[in-house]
């Protein structure tokens, strides 16, 4: 899917050169250990590094998920989930000394609450990374995205 071209499609050079260089960078990155694939994010790098720490109003956030979860009663299980994550090995912890908080960038969540019966989990907690300073960018606009076959899947098909 990295060739575009061999489907007939037309492809800026500029980009072909970046998105084969981020995929080699991937397929370099891949490791298996202990059962479990790992792979390095790609990130346009020159974005990554103005990403400033968002620190203090990632702590703001957390204090109102802390709060509104506690009126509903919902604390615990939203641990619950983070707890069951860690052990799946979905998200992982940190230790960071409270003098170093500001040179991180922090990924803020917002618990998605269900309240059916159906429902077994009633707390899903969802990761926010399009938080920005004025005139800076997100960790989501530094993410590289890869090739966006959307667009021209629908030019090949016109």
């Known amino acids: 899917m990295s060739n575009l071209e061999s489907i007939g499609l037309p492809i800026d050079e500029k980009f072909s050169t970046l998105n084969e260089e981020k ?3 991937f397929r370099d990155s ?4 202990d059962a479990l694939y790992y792979v390095k994010l790609q990130w346009y790098e020159d974005k990554l590094k103005s990403v400033p720490s968002n620190y203090n109003a990632a702590i703001r956030v ?4 802390n709060k509104d979860l506690a009126k509903e009663n919902l604390y615990n299980q939203c641990l ?8 799946e090995g979905i998200i992982e912890g940190i230790i960071v000394l ?3 908080f500001k040179d991180y960038i922090w990924i803020p969540h917002s ?6 019966d159906q ?6 907690p969802v990761f926010n990374c399009s938080y920005k300073h004025k005139g ?5 606009e530094a993410a590289y995205p890869g090739v966006n076959l959307m667009s021209d899947m629908l030019k090949l098909m016109i």
């Open 23 to 25: 995929v080699k960078q």
């Open 30 to 33: 891949i490791t298996y250990e």
């Open 62 to 65: 957390l204090e109102k998920v």
């Open 80 to 87: 619950q989930v983070f707890q069951q994550q860690k052990d």
């Open 98 to 100: 409270p003098e170093q």
């Open 111 to 116: 618990p998605v609450l269900k309240h059916t």
């Open 119 to 124: 429902t077994t989990t009633k707390v899903r």
């Open 136 to 140: 800076s960018v997100s960790l989501n």
